[in-house]
């Protein structure tokens, strides 16, 4: 059974930073794309960014918005993916969620709350 | 600002059907496939459609996929009171190199 579990989300200060880690199981996480998509309060999904699989060299894209604060890597050994936010902002407020991608995203994983507030 | 248009509301009674449009350009559903997905509040979204009009396994076939140029649809038909939820449309965009979804669409059944 395909399985996504992250974890690392919390409260954190304007200009702070914090690691998301989602955990794979279920599948050979080295062969899949990996997305971070987010979602703010009461708005809609938005794609924070990808992790090409092996054939593609495990390539990495953001979204403009955080391109350059955020950065996405993978351990194999532990079958986890990761988002390193630094510097992060009001707007970045939102659920984190780890999918994997099969021409579409075909599992998510439960999400991980980051509230960045004062 | 989406790169991809959605409206973002729409109803109809149980037993009808509804379309949910999803408006881009060249440079996303001109040039790649389209998904959507279903959210209830609180949880995940849920694939529905893949590569324009591939529905999942286990997905009824009362939801269907479209495309055509620069524009999708979900045609929901059959309505029932469990597929009141958002539905959002998401495509690769060229341009951008990133992922683009829709601003989301609430349907609600009547």
């Known amino acids: 059974e395909v399985q996504l579990v992250e974890s690392g989300g919390g409260l954190v200060q304007p200009g702070g930073s914090l690691r998301l880690s989602c955990v794979a199981s279920g599948f050979t996480f080295s062969d899949y794309q990996m997305d971070w998509v987010r979602q703010a309060p009461g708005k809609g999904l938005e794609w924070v960014g990808r992790s090409r699989g092996k054939t593609k060299s495990y390539t990495t894209e953001y979204v403009a918005s955080v391109k350059g604060r955020f950065t996405i890597s993978r351990d194999h050994s532990k079958n986890s993916l990761y988002l390193e936010m630094n510097s992060l902002k009001t707007e970045d407020t939102a659920v984190y969620y780890c999918?994997?991608?099969?021409?579409?995203?075909?599992?998510w994983g439960q999400g991980a709350w980051v509230t960045v507030s004062s | 600002q989406s790169v991809l248009t959605q409206p973002p509301s729409a109803s109809e009674t149980p037993g009808q059907r509804v379309t949910i449009s999803c408006s881009g350009s060249i440079s996303n559903i001109g040039s790649f496939d389209v998904h959507w997905y279903q959210q209830f509040p609180g949880t995940a979204p849920k694939l529905l459609v893949h590569?324009?009009?591939q529905r999942l396994s286990g997905v009824p076939d009362r939801f269907s996929g479209s495309k055509s140029g620069t524009s999708a649809s979900l045609v929901i038909s059959g309505l029932r009171s469990e597929d009141e939820a958002d539905y959002y449309c998401?495509?690769?965009?060229?341009?951008?190199?990133?992922?683009?979804f829709g601003g989301g669409t609430k349907l609600t059944v009547l």
């Open positions: 590569r324009d009009s």
């Open positions: 998401a495509a690769w965009d060229g341009s951008l190199r990133g992922l683009s």
């Open positions: 999918t994997r991608d099969n021409w579409g995203s075909d599992y």
